[in-house]
């Protein structure tokens, strides 16, 4: 009976042993819970929201790219130089008061160029090297009963051909080659006589669209000139 009461008291010795030493846990969590939550939530930091800071913190961000200013718009497009031509005289005064209705003012000007007109059509025998082998060839004509020929000594590039004929125009030109070939001369051919004529172009500076557009109804008028840029 008394090993029984001394290992009895023993075990309770040793069970409030191990509750005092917080081994079994602690039954006084009410009375430290206070402090843990008082770390956890630092109460010291926390503050009250004004109505205008939770309205701001609510906002969608969508509201704050519709506040982003709009990208600005692409400039219209704008013509630096415009230049239409060559013109002659009597086509060029036309033109002038076809885009007098623009009233572009100093933004229009007009510029000479030297241009090259035919004048008329020869029919000729190409370049033979030499004097010498002009008079051959010219010999060879006289034998074929062509009488008709001049032989081109002056300083150009034809110089030592033979000229059979120039006519005002290339059909009369072609009827004569047709001819020449029926009595045996086939290495005759025909080319344009030019000669130097005066021609305008004209220039447009700063156009918007708009005023390009009737400009080029207006040229349509005049198919045969080119519309270009210019610097």
Known sequence: MLKFVFWLLAGVNLLVLAIGQGYLGSFRTETREPARLKNQLQANKLGLLTQEQATASAAPPAAEEAAKPA???APPPSYACTEVGNFLL???RRFEAQVAALGLGDRQSRRNVAGQDI???MVYIPPQGSKEGADRKAGELKQLGVTNYFIMNESSPLRWGISLGVFKSETS????????NKQGVHSARVAPRYSASKQ???QFRDLDAA???RLEKIKTQFPEQELRSCK
């Open 71 to 73: 990208a600005a718009p």
């Open 90 to 92: 009597a086509d060029g």
């Open 119 to 121: 004048s008329s059509y």
């Open 173 to 180: 030109a072609q009827s004569q080659l047709a001819m020449l």
């Open 200 to 202: 305008f172009a004209y």
């Open 211 to 213: 005023t390009r557009a």
